[in-house]
């Protein structure tokens, strides 16, 4: 039984930082694709960023140049560097993980991420 669990969320001042892990329990995976998810108050759950087992990633347009995502030296790990946090980063944040394309995805439980002064 795979699980994910996100840690690192807190509330933060704009224009500072946080950085988000997710770590799998169980049986080590190499994932192909581990995402982070965000859904603010009120709104849906939107893509974040993306980290693939080939190196690539990919971020959405509302955080590129500001979030970074990366895998740990376990590939069943991927961090989340937030920086220049804004009001609107105000979410739940999700870890989603596949093990090929079009598999079956699992997610974590959220780590809530609060950006306010």
């Known amino acids: 039984q795979v699980q994910l669990v996100e840690s690192g969320g807190g509330l933060v001042q704009p224009g500072g930082s946080l950085r988000l892990s997710c770590a799998a329990s169980?049986?080590?995976?190499?994932?192909?694709?581990l995402r982070w998810y965000r859904q603010p108050p009120g709104k849906q759950r939107e893509l974040v960023a993306g980290s693939f087992d080939t190196g690539t990633t990919n971020y959405s347009d509302s955080v590129k140049g500001r979030f970074t995502i990366s895998r740990g030296n376990a590939k069943n790990t991927v961090y989340l560097q937030m920086n220049n946090l804004k009001s609107e980063d105000t979410a739940v944040y999700y870890c989603?993980?596949?093990?090929?394309?079009?598999?079956?995805?699992?997610w974590g439980q959220g780590t809530q991420v609060t950006v306010s002064s």
């Open positions: 989603m993980g596949q093990l090929g394309a079009d598999s079956y995805e699992y």
């Open positions: 169980g049986t080590i995976f190499n994932f192909y694709v």
